[in-house]
């Protein structure tokens, strides 16, 4: 427990983090509330984040919710086809509008005093106030809004560098897949009672990969040294363009995060990496759905990309995989997976869920137990950050440097 805290407290710790480069975060950076404002202030409400799949809003009316901290975004299908991301706090004193997860609703009636709002979010009925009163100066608050590949993204910044430099990029790796034409095959949320900071380290290095992860190191190369896997991602390569018939374009590396990002929240990265003999991120190695987009075989590869600050996905030829990152809470955050398959597989025949989910499903429980177990051992009295493995841990040491900094602007 943090008993004094403050601004200058914050400015104090990050000069001595500083001195100590390519060493872990001080647990203050993971317990302090002030921290916490200033992560959700600086980095969590600036960034473009994933929303839903176009495919989950398809009929007029249709909305979901997603959740940052206290604060609810509910993403609209309005009467015109357009997609909206609403703020869900009411104009009138502040209540939420919806109360709904997901569903399909005319318009949202507020369930205090019962203001009414469009699906656009246009203030259209507030009953019984004065004559006078101007509905058009008090519509639901908007986010800002961008469709990539069929994703709807979302920045809670007003003046939020724009996402398209991150889209082109990152859409001649994306295309192939088909993904405005995907569905959502299945969604889980893991939730953990730890600071947001902690679950994204996790995801950042495979260093953890060979002792925690048996299932998933027995078909992914990513455990490995880098000169280790040199020969197997080269080949891999080879296959995937006189094969499958890709773009040399298409098996390229691209990294643009963090001091690189091409804005605030919009980082961006692409590898393609290669599998032992596994032709898709199955148990058995074998095919898990029908072949998305493009795709015209298997090569044993799989596309690892970052879609802004918080969100990764981990692409095979017949299923795609997104990882989103949110804090609900001062110590309490959400990774959220999404699979993607092809738009016209039909499940129990085409896939069957359970096998589809199951390497990821399985890896982030494991994730779960170790990040817990991180989290009681950095909150011990006796912790003190301890050196990044340079070869493992790069993009932990480049988060690091590049969170201080942010937290210091
Ligand atoms: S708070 Fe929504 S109508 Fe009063
Ligand atoms: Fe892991």
Same mark, same amino acid.
């Given at each position: ?31 302090? %509330?002030?921290?916490?404002?200033? #992560?959700? $202030? &600086?980095?969590? !409400? ?6 839903? /799949?176009?495919? *989950? ?68 009925? %507030?009953?019984?106030?004065?004559? #006078?009163? $101007? &509905?058009?100066? !008090? ?6 809004? /961008?469709?990539? *590949? ?76 880098? $000169? &280790? ?12 363009? *006189? ?167």
């Amino acid at each position: 427990m943090i008993v004094r805290d403050d601004g200058q407290m914050m400015l104090d710790k990050i000069e001595e983090a500083k001195q100590k480069p390519g060493f872990s975060l001080p647990a203050y950076f993971f317990n302090s %509330a002030v921290v916490y404002q200033s #992560d959700l $202030d &600086k980095i969590i !409400y600036k960034s473009w984040l994933y929303a839903c /799949h176009v495919s *989950e809003i398809p009929e007029k009316g249709d909305f979901v919710t997603v959740k940052i901290d206290n604060s609810s975004v509910i993403i609209t299908r309005d009467k015109e086809g357009g997609i909206n991301a609403l703020m869900n706090s009411c104009r009138h004193r502040g209540s939420v509008v919806c109360t709904e997860e997901k569903g399909n609703a005319k318009s949202f009636i507020c369930p205090y005093h019962a203001w009414v709002y469009n699906t656009q979010g246009k203030l259209v009925g %507030a009953r019984e106030m004065p004559k #006078d009163f $101007d &509905k058009s100066k !008090y519509d639901l608050k908007k986010a800002k809004l /961008h469709i990539i *590949e069929g994703m709807v993204y979302i920045n809670c910044d007003p003046d939020a560098a724009d996402f398209t430099e991150c889209e082109e990029i990152i859409k001649p790796f994306l295309k192939p897949y088909d993904l405005p034409n995907a569905k959502v095959a299945k969604q889980i949320s893991y939730v953990m009672d730890t600071d947001w900071k902690l679950v994204m380290e996790n995801y950042f290095e495979c260093y953890h990969c060979a002792p925690s992860h048996q299932v998933f190191s027995k078909s992914h190369s990513l455990q490995e040294r880098d $000169d &280790k896997t040199t020969p197997l991602n080269d080949e891999m390569r080879k296959r995937t363009v *006189e094969e499958l018939g890709m773009t040399k374009e298409f098996v390229q590396s691209v990294y643009k995060y963090h001091d690189d990002s091409p804005a605030k929240g919009c980082d961006v990265y692409h590898c393609r990496y290669s599998l032992y003999d596994y032709k898709t991120g199955s148990e058995d190695g074998e095919p898990l759905a029908p072949l998305m987009g493009d795709f015209k075989g298997y090569d044993c590869g799989a596309g690892d990309m970052q879609l802004g600050t918080l969100t990764y996905m981990l692409n095979y030829p017949d299923h795609c995989i997104l990882f989103r990152f949110l804090p609900l809470a001062h110590g309490k955050s959400e990774c959220k997976l999404v699979w993607f398959v092809k738009g016209d597989a039909v499940e129990g025949k085409d896939y069957d869920v359970d096998r589809l989910i199951y390497i990821w499903d399985h890896t982030t429980k494991e994730d779960k137990e170790i990040i817990m177990k991180n989290s009681n051992g950095v909150n011990s009295k006796f912790y003190e950050p301890g050196p990044y493995n340079p070869d493992f841990e790069d993009l932990n040491i480049s988060f690091v440097n590049w969170y201080l900094k942010t937290l210091e602007e």
